[in-house]
């Protein structure tokens, strides 16, 4: 069977207006242009998508029969994981249906509100059980943890992030394909990280600033030892002065910064990594704190993006680290004065880095004195 993805205009200009049967959108220029018609030849389903700012694509809709859903929750889209690796571009795309089913199973996860629409196309094809079992593999366990400190003394910071920074993030990461996601503040008993929540955990991301001393030792030890058995730990912006990182790092996590609002671009050096799925060549944020090299940490595993800033400094601002079982990026971008979390272009990136450093399942290894396997 064959099944396509259509444009359906600039997200910003045209996603609010978007409705079951409509035919045209709004260009950036105010214009009105027609949305594609399902290919000829295309005997599946036929999705929608738009494009976000940054050159970043999202899947917005899923027709087939008499069926046509619009979500609420639009699905970011990665290329290798929903359309056979094909781009998004002026003509639709076309795919088979094991990328279609996995493009309708990640729109049924996102779009609980949908799901009887959803998953009424999926029984129309024939697909009976195989979106449930895919909504029931492979749930990321994500905690938020945050400080929580600027947006409670902050009045333009709490403007900023009413849920707080970690309410921003977390509410990116509900809204992904098989994330189960939680958060914690350092305000709530044992800063939130509890053996239980920890024990819980497969991914933690971790936002700090003005109390990187008020953290406990004891929480901090508990969490580093998650990361060596194999949680995983992204690591954000002011963070690289936590606690954890620099127990993890070994080295002072030090820097240079200046804050006037500048520019900075944050190219893709490793495009084929999966950290960068769905980017374009770079990153581009308008205005932000810089950080600024030497950044006294050890010689990353791998380099995924090097920043610029309009002030002429250089940083490499994700990088990725392997501790005894554990993975661990950290990702310079998110001043607290800025709107930097709420750019899509910096939430794909933590998205990407959940999946990436979430745990493989991999053999648990054997420590100490061993008996031969073979006869000796």
């Known amino acids: 069977m064959k099944h396509s993805i259509g444009y359906l205009g600039y997200f910003d200009q045209s996603f609010r207006d978007l409705k079951p049967g409509v035919r045209e959108y709004k260009r950036q220029d105010g214009t009105v242009g027609q949305v594609d018609k399902r290919p000829q030849g295309v005997d599946g389903i036929f999705f929608g998508y738009m494009e976000c700012e940054g050159k970043d694509f999202v899947a917005v809709r899923a027709q087939y029969g008499r069926t046509d859903v619009v979500l609420k929750n639009p699905v970011p889209l990665d290329s290798s994981r929903h359309t056979d690796g094909k781009g998004f571009g002026p003509k639709p795309s076309h795919f088979g249906d094991e990328s279609a089913k996995r493009l309708l199973a990640d729109m049924i996860k996102t779009n609980l509100d949908k799901r009887q629409e959803l998953e009424r ?18 749930t990321i366990r994500v905690t938020v943890w945050n400080e929580y400190r600027h947006e409670k003394t902050n009045e333009k910071i709490a403007k900023l992030y009413p849920d707080g920074i970690h309410g921003a993030i ?89 804050e006037i609002g500048e520019k900075e671009r944050l190219w893709v050096v490793e495009p084929g990594h999966p950290i960068a799925a769905g980017l374009g060549e770079y990153i581009e944020i308008e205005h932000t704190e810089m950080y600024g090299e030497r950044f006294d940490i050890p010689q990353p595993d791998t380099l995924v993006f090097i920043s610029w800033f309009a002030g002429g400094e250089v940083f490499r601002s994700g990088c990725c680290f392997h501790r005894g079982a554990g993975k661990i990026f950290y990702f310079r971008p998110g001043h607290e004065t800025l709107p930097i979390y709420h750019h899509e272009g910096v939430l794909r990136v933590i998205a990407n880095a959940v999946r990436w450093a979430a745990p493989a399942g991999g053999p648990k290894p054997t420590f100490g004195n061993v008996k031969p396997l073979e006869k000796v």
Request: glycine share 8%; proline share 2%.
């Open 121 to 138: 196309i999926s029984y129309e094809l024939g697909w009976n059980g195989i979106i449930q079992e895919t909504k029931m593999k492979d």
């Open 170 to 258: 977390a509410n990116y990461l509900k809204a992904q394909p098989g994330m189960e996601v939680r958060t914690a503040t350092l305000d709530e008993p044992e800063h939130g990280l509890t053996d239980e929540v920890l024990n819980n955990t497969d991914v933690l991301t971790w936002w700090g600033h003005m109390a990187h001393g008020e953290v406990s030792d004891a929480v901090v030890d508990k969490v580093h030892a998650r990361v060596l058995s194999g949680m995983g730990l992204i690591v954000l912006h002011s963070a690289h002065f936590s606690k954890i990182f620099r127990k993890l790092m070994g080295t002072t996590c030090n820097l240079k910064w200046r």
